[in-house]
T-cell receptor
Framework: IAGITQAPTSQILAAGRRMTLRCTQDMRHNAMYWYRQDLGLGLRLIHYSNTAGTTGKGEVPDGYSVSRANTDDFPLTLASAVPSQTSVYFC?????????????FGPGTRLTVL | GQNIDQPTEMTATEGAIVQINCTYQTSGFNGLFWYQQHAGEAPTFLSYNVLDGLEEKGRFSSFLSRSKGYSYLLLKELQMKDSASYLCAVQDSNYQLIWGAGTKLIIKP
């Protein structure tokens, strides 16, 4: 593994189903992030984690949950998917959560909720 | 509220120069980032400015004026591979990135 990986690459999901998007990084970065990207909008932060064992809410957290049990993994769970959660989801990490922390992005997961 | 504005789309000619502008209003400022995103791919880092002035990196340069809430990304000697979206993002007082919607740059031969 080099960098950040995400799984699955794409998924079609029935509304009401539970889904976990996986994210793993091998750079030993402290901070990790989940964004969604929708056409015509900027990336929007869903949840973040500044270090293993801690998480925080971003701009659009409703309907999503995260955990950070260790440095490498940061899964995002949709408890009961709704069509408005159709989006491209990017996981990112940075060495520092502070000033100037460059974020490195995974390849993304394209999720469609029907 | 927090707001990042950049043009939706720009067109330029191969070999030319293009300037992509970004204006921002955010709660606090801890630096401004530019990322490049090719269609269907992840964003990749281009530049970071925290002090006023111009930062040059090869064919790409980025400028910041904190007093005006303004930045631009300058791309020189345009190549077809530069066709992509360019995302402006400001790190706010909580060190979170606030993102613009991106500027789609189309390069014509």
């Amino acid at each position: 593994i080099a960098g950040i990986t995400q799984a699955p690459t794409s998924q079609i999901l029935a509304a009401g189903r539970r889904m976990t998007l996986r994210c793993t990084q091998d750079m030993r970065h402290n901070a990790m992030y989940w964004y969604r990207q929708d056409l015509g909008l900027g990336l929007r932060l869903i949840h973040y984690s500044n270090t293993a064992g801690t998480t925080g809410k971003g701009e659009v957290p409703d309907g999503y949950s995260v955990s950070r049990a260790n440095t490498d993994d940061f899964p995002l769970t949709l408890a009961s998917a709704v069509p408005s959660q159709t989006s491209v989801y990017f996981c990112a990490s940075s060495d520092s959560a502070g000033e100037g922390g460059e974020q490195f992005f995974g390849p993304g997961t394209r999720l469609t909720v029907l | 509220g927090q707001n990042i504005d950049q043009p939706t789309e720009m067109t330029a000619t191969e070999g030319a120069i293009v300037q992509i502008n970004c204006t921002y209003q955010t709660s606090g400022f801890n630096g401004l980032f530019w990322y490049q995103q090719h269609a269907g791919e992840a964003p990749t880092f281009l530049s970071y400015n925290v002090l006023d002035g111009l930062e040059e990196k090869g064919r790409f340069s980025s400028f910041l004026s904190r007093s005006k809430g303004y930045s631009y990304l300058l791309l020189k000697e345009l190549q077809m591979k530069d066709s992509a979206s360019y995302l402006c993002a400001v790190q706010d007082s909580n060190y979170q990135l606030i993102w613009g919607a991106g500027t789609k740059l189309i390069i014509k031969p």
